[in-house]
Structure formats: C-alpha cells, structure tokens
T-cell receptor, first 114, second 115 residues
C-alpha cells in the first residue's frame, strides 16, 4: 500500500522569505502523480502544484516549485517570496496513474510572520 | 460559482441520530469522491462514483454509512446511528475523466459534530 509522510507538523516563515516543506512517500509503482494541496482555515482545499512521476523536470507554478527525487521518493515544496495569504495547512498527496484514490499526508501547518 | 458545493456546511447531532449530507459536483464531472478528514489529519478516501455507479468503497465505510449518486449528478452520504467517532469533516470532490488527467476539485466540506 502507498503511504505519504510529512514529518513537519508546523513550519513558520518570515514574509518575503523562502520556506521548504518536506514530504516522502512509499510506493512500488512506477507511474503516479504527486500533489501539494493548500487548505486555508475554514476554506476549501485547492491544488497548488502537481508532478507527474515520468517527468524528470520539477514542476513550477509562479512562487511554488517542487524538488522531486524519484529514487529517494521525496517530494518537497518550496514557497518563494512568502506572503501572508500563504498561511494554511499544506498536504502532500499521491495518486496512481489512472487511479482515483488520492492518499494524503498528515499535513504541515505553515505560519507566515509579518 | 461553478465549483463543488456541499450542504450543510455544519451539522450538530446527537449520538444515535441519522444524518445526510449532499454534494453537488462540477456539472460536467462524471467522477465523484467522498473523503473524511479528522482533526489534525489529512483526508482519507471513503468512496468513489463514476457516473451513478459506486466503484470503490473503503473499509472505513462501515455498514452505518451509505452513499448514493442517483442519475450520476449530485451525491448523498448518509450516516445512520451516529457515534462520537463519526465527528469529522466530510469532503466531496469531483473530476472529469480525460485520459489520466483527473484532477480532483474539492468542495468546502460538511463539518459533523456528534454530541
């Protein structure tokens, strides 16, 4: 069975600084998707960034980028130029290619200090 | 707003009562998912529909839980004889089948509190 582990329950960052959230996963599959979702307080979960396992190039979406290390089964999220609106729970997630069930980590709560 | 909607947003009930939640997916999405999220945890998969067919159920979905998606549009999740351990956020998500790109869009959730 696949698992997703986020070892940082909480992180904090100064506004305008850079922060990296860690995620490791375990799978025996070769083709899959990895995701980072953001869940602001009392608001719905939104997709931040997605990585296809067959792509070696790391995904980037504006201030958000990932470091995907397939052999190490590591998938970290880097947030550059942090903003107050980035404060939220961040979930790392896994889904098999062609699958339907998304497996989530326990989340990392990110605090942004003004 | 054409996103996923859920109703009610909050539900407080007494132990032993039945509750029903509704999810309206994005209109062109034929796949619908239910997840449960307890405090301090990530969402856990409960069940999945493709159109009106329920194709997968997690072992987390005990006999007291039932989900339906009549006509392949909205879905309901019913919990019978609620227990305090059922207190959680129930999330609905939907996606469209396009090859392997089935990005799931989440609703705001229904927060259930069982007293």
């Amino acid at each position: 069975a696949q698992t997703v582990t986020q070892s940082q329950p909480e992180m904090s960052v100064q506004e305008a600084e850079t922060v990296t959230l860690s995620c490791t996963y375990d799978t025996s599959e070769s083709d899959y998707y990895l995701f980072w979702y953001k869940q602001p307080p009392s608001r719905q979960m939104i997709l931040v960034i997605r990585q296809e396992a067959y792509k070696q190039q790391n995904a980037t979406e504006n201030r958000f980028s990932v470091n995907f290390q397939k052999a190490a089964k590591s998938f970290s999220l880097k947030i550059s130029d942090s903003q107050l609106g980035d404060a939220a729970m961040y979930f790392c997630a896994y889904r098999s290619a062609g699958g339907f069930k998304t497996i989530f980590g326990a989340g990392t709560r990110l605090f942004v200090k003004a | 707003d054409t996103g996923v909607s859920q109703d009610p947003r909050h539900k407080i009930t007494k132990r032993g009562q039945n509750v029903t939640f509704r999810c309206d997916p994005i209109s062109e999405h034929n796949r619908l998912y239910w997840y449960r999220q307890t405090l301090g945890q990530g969402p856990e998969f409960l069940t999945y529909f493709q159109n009106e067919a329920q194709l997968e159920k997690s072992r987390l979905l005990s006999d007291r839980f039932s989900a339906e998606r009549p006509k392949g549009s909205f879905s309901t999740l019913e919990i019978q004889r609620t227990e305090q351990g059922d207190s959680a956020m129930y999330l609905c998500a939907s996606s469209a089948f396009r090859d392997n790109d089935n990005e799931q869009f989440f609703g705001p959730g229904t927060r259930l509190t069982v007293l």
